[in-house]
């Protein structure tokens, strides 16, 4: 078996440069995290979360899955949901898409892929929930679309989810964000999705559309 030799070798450098700017960093980090976001994003490995909002180790908790689902059954997601919420108390949570996603665009397609076909069953879902939008649109068109729609359909599943009702009606101060990435030229957009504390729902969440 290889060992990967090579990313041992990339681990020490990085670790090295680390320390050569901050040579108390990892002491630091070691004590505690108290990270203020947490990022659900994609796990396609063009997206990652720290580099692209600039952030440092310890400064953001991260969940990820294919094409950045909410899910009320998957126990992983909420289960990072509510440590992030309850325990780390962070402010602020991002839901984070990015454009040219597979898992969306395999959702696009009328072909079997296998087993993940159930989990893109909740982006078909997204389809299903918004017809018109979609009519006369090319395929990069509709593929963008419903990229931008299952962010902000899965923005309304995070705050219809009991962990960020019951913050809410505790007084928390904690945001829901709505975010796409470009991959081609490596901006973030704000789908003006936002979600806080002054604004708990009744009932369930209407995801924005637009």
């Not at 108290?34 to 720290?50: F, T």
């Not at 296998?114 to 006369?136: A, C, M, T, Y």
């Not at 090319?138 to 705050?159: A, F, M, R």
């Amino acid at each position: 078996m290889q060992p990967l030799q090579h990313l041992f070798d990339n681990n020490k450098a990085w670790a090295a440069s680390i320390k050569e700017k901050e040579p108390d960093f990892f002491r630091r980090l070691s004590r505690h995290q108290a990270p203020k976001y947490l990022w659900i994003g994609c796990s396609d490995s063009r997206v990652p979360a720290n580099q692209i909002i600039g952030l440092q180790p310890g400064e953001v908790f991260v969940h990820r899955n294919i094409a950045n689902l909410v899910v009320h059954t998957d126990l992983n997601c909420l289960s990072v949901l509510q440590y992030a919420v309850e325990v780390l108390k962070v402010r602020h949570i991002i839901l984070c898409g990015h454009y040219g996603c597979g898992g969306v665009q395999a959702a696009l397609e009328n072909h079997e892929h296998g087993l993940i076909d159930n989990w893109l069953r909740h982006i078909k879902d997204v389809i299903r929930f918004n017809p018109s939008q979609f009519e006369g649109l090319g395929h990069k068109e509709k593929l963008d679309l419903l990229c931008e729609l299952n962010v902000k359909e899965q923005v309304t599943n995070i705050c219809n989810t009991t962990i960020v009702q019951n913050a809410w009606k505790q007084g928390r101060e904690l945001s829901v964000h709505g975010w796409i990435y470009s991959i081609e030229d490596g901006i973030l957009r704000d789908l003006s999705a936002c979600l806080a504390t002054a604004e708990v729902p009744t009932k369930d969440v209407i995801a924005p559309t637009g």
